[in-house]
């Protein structure tokens, strides 16, 4: 089945710079690629998405690319603010098959 | 246009009792899901539902574990003989009638259970 690995678990970064967080993926037919936030005691927000017949998807500060070659994709955070930290979970699908979601990664966005 | 419900939001249960948690999905969407989460893990996948109907549930527990999604009302995940481990974060998420486990998925606040 799919295995989904999140790296790094921890990032600590200054208020304005930018994140990046990483997630490799085993299951070459997965097509569905979602971000999620979760802040502490709340249950996960959506993000972005990304399908796989995109390479790349921008909302605002928030970035998400996609390499189906090495099977790997990525969330950029660009002007980092405080109300950033939370814990950041990717996910993939093939559309027959459940999420799997990676371990996560906390962000802490020091002022 | 209220999102997805869960309740209670924290249970707490003694070994050997059982534990009742519930969803009720966004409206207009028909597709439920339920995710255990124990701390510092992601989500793990354990059942999908349409109304009156169980999708796939390959990640539930074979014994103690149940849900069910009926016409009327919300969905139900129920575990029997509540032991020690069963102690984790239980989300429910929704989507809309799409195309099936590829849609996007909305998450609820979360049922944190204990048992003692």
């Known amino acids: 089945g799919e295995n989904v690995e999140q790296h790094p678990s921890t990032l600590s970064v200054q208020e304005g710079d930018s994140a990046v967080i990483k997630c490799t993926y085993s299951d070459s037919a997965s097509n569905y690629f979602p971000w999620y936030k979760q802040e502490l005691g709340k249950g996960p927000q959506l993000i972005i998405d990304?399908?796989?017949?995109?390479g790349e998807k921008k909302d605002q500060r928030i970035a998400v690319t996609l390499n189906k070659t090495a099977k790997h994709f990525s969330l950029h955070i660009t002007e980092t603010q405080p109300e950033d930290s939370a814990v950041y979970f990717c996910a993939a699908s093939s559309g027959n098959t459940p999420l799997v979601f990676g371990k996560g990664t906390r962000l802490s966005v020091i002022a | 246009n209220a999102g997805v419900m869960q309740n209670p939001r924290h249970l707490v249960r003694r070994r050997g009792q059982e534990a009742r948690l519930r969803c009720s999905p966004m409206?207009?969407?028909?597709?439920v899901y339920w995710y255990r989460q124990l701390p510092e893990e992601g989500l793990k996948f354990m059942v999908y539902l349409q109304k009156e109907n169980i999708i796939d549930e390959s990640g539930m527990p074979k014994e103690r574990f149940s849900a069910e999604f009926p016409k009327e009302g919300p969905s139900i995940l129920r575990i029997q003989q509540v032991v020690r481990g069963d102690s984790a974060a239980y989300f429910c998420?929704?989507?809309?009638?799409?195309?099936?486990?590829?849609?996007?998925?909305?998450f609820g606040p979360g049922t944190r259970l204990t048992v003692l």
């Open positions: 990304i399908r796989s017949n995109v």
């Open positions: 409206k207009g969407h028909s597709h």
């Open positions: 998420a929704s989507s809309p009638r799409t195309s099936g486990l590829a849609d996007t998925q909305y």
